[in-house]
């Protein structure tokens, strides 16, 4: 199992206040990760990365499909699947760093469940 790397959630709320274009590295790292997780091509890094930049509500598509996974990857590391992915998503909607924040909290959850080989 692919265990991925733990964030500071603050950490990057606060980059992400700064500097807005760091809540598109932060999906396209992401999207990386949850690709080796899932073990499966859910997400291709580049379009994630690309679309975002040139169509800015893509990034809105791309937070949506993230949380849709959280549920299944929360399960397949013993976890009870979440059941806040939507506001999740709202918040990402609204404030795109309050969003990432919730979801880094959640991933790390995930990836602290992942054993370590």
Known sequence: MYK????NPVT??????ICFLFV???MFQ???ELNKALNREEFNP????????????ALYFWGYKMTQVLPELQQSR???PSDN???IFILFIVYAPVGLFMYQQEL??????????
């Not at 990057?12 to 206040?17: C, G, T, V």
């Not at 790390?108 to 080989?117: E, G, H, M």
């Open 30 to 32: 992401t999207a990386d």
């Open 4 to 7: 991925g790397e733990e964030k």
């Open 85 to 87: 992915s939507m506001l």
């Open 46 to 57: 580049m379009i994630v990365l690309i679309s975002s930049l040139i169509c800015f509500p």
């Open 12 to 17: 990057l709320l606060i980059i992400s206040l």
């Open 108 to 117: 790390n959850k995930v990836w602290q469940a992942t054993p370590a080989y």
């Open 24 to 26: 598109i590295v932060w």
């Open 78 to 80: 013993g976890l009870p």
